[in-house]
T-cell receptor
Framework: DQQVKQNSPSLSVQEGRISILNCDYT??????FLWYKKYPAEGPTFLIS?????DKNEDGRFTVFLNKSAKHLSLHIVPSQPGDSAVYFC???????????FGKGTRLSVIA | EAGVAQSPRYKIIEKRQSVAFWCNPI?????LYWYQQILGQGPKLLIQ????????DSQLPKDRFSAERLKGVDSTLKIQPAKLEDSAVYLC??????????FGEGSRLTVL
């Protein structure tokens, strides 16, 4: 039972263009959402998060949008850079000290 | 600030053998997690500790996996006996009570 779904296993984008990574969730109890980035042979690193009381959070080139009614969030990277090439994981948690539930990840390739 | 430390980075064993992984979380982080990441999948929670108590071990295969966090700091994860399907990266993460998780680089296990 996948509570967090990333339906695109891979995405390829030209350098300088926008990358949009999508994530859907099924558990309406989730109230905090995060994106992690993972390079090969490294652990995931935190990128950006959003609370369920917001619909947008921005940090430099990275913006996360949350649509609670659709149970959908997306990560926008603009402009995309070759160093952004990595696997991106969407994660969610319920209120309190609860563990993160991860999606399967989307591999982003930014082509120079 | 030192990150989450894990060892060993790589381990190759034969099926039915045993293996142990060690994790040292970020200083002051009360919550520690072990996740299993199988190739092509997102990280899946095995166990969550709060200080030295278990918060969630519902997905830990207790017939072969065990974990402990003595003194509420370091933790070890043991697999005995190992099966082929245990081949994965074992990720340790720590956090303050809420917020994002900080991951170590992971321990890659290959079971032959």
């Amino acid at each position: 039972d996948q509570q967090v779904k990333q339906n695109s296993p891979s995405l390829s984008v030209q350098e300088g263009r926008i990358s949009i990574l999508n994530c859907d969730y099924t558990n309406s109890m989730f109230d905090y959402f995060l994106w992690y980035k993972k390079y090969p042979a490294e652990g995931p690193t935190f990128l950006i998060s959003i609370s369920s009381i917001k619909d947008k959070n921005e940090d430099g080139r990275f913006t996360v949008f949350l649509n609670k009614s659709a149970k959908h969030l997306s990560l926008h990277i603009v402009p995309s850079q070759p160093g952004d090439s990595a696997v991106y994981f969407c994660a969610a948690r319920r209120e309190g000290n609860t563990p993160l539930v991860f999606g399967k990840g989307t591999r982003l390739s930014v082509i120079a | 600030e030192a990150g989450v430390a894990q060892s060993p980075r790589y381990k190759i064993i034969e099926k039915r053998q045993s293996v142990a992984f060690w994790c040292n979380p970020i200083s002051g982080h009360a919550t520690l997690y072990w996740y299993q990441q199988i190739l092509g999948q997102g990280p899946k929670l095995l166990i969550q500790f709060q200080n030295n108590g278990v918060v969630d071990d519902s997905q830990l295969p207790k017939d072969r996996f065990s974990a402990e966090r003595l003194k509420g700091v370091d933790s070890t994860l043991k697999i005995q006996p190992a099966k082929l399907e245990d081949s994965a990266v074992y990720l340790c993460a720590s956090s303050l009570t809420t917020g994002e998780l900080f991951f170590g680089e992971g321990s890659r296990l290959t079971v032959l």
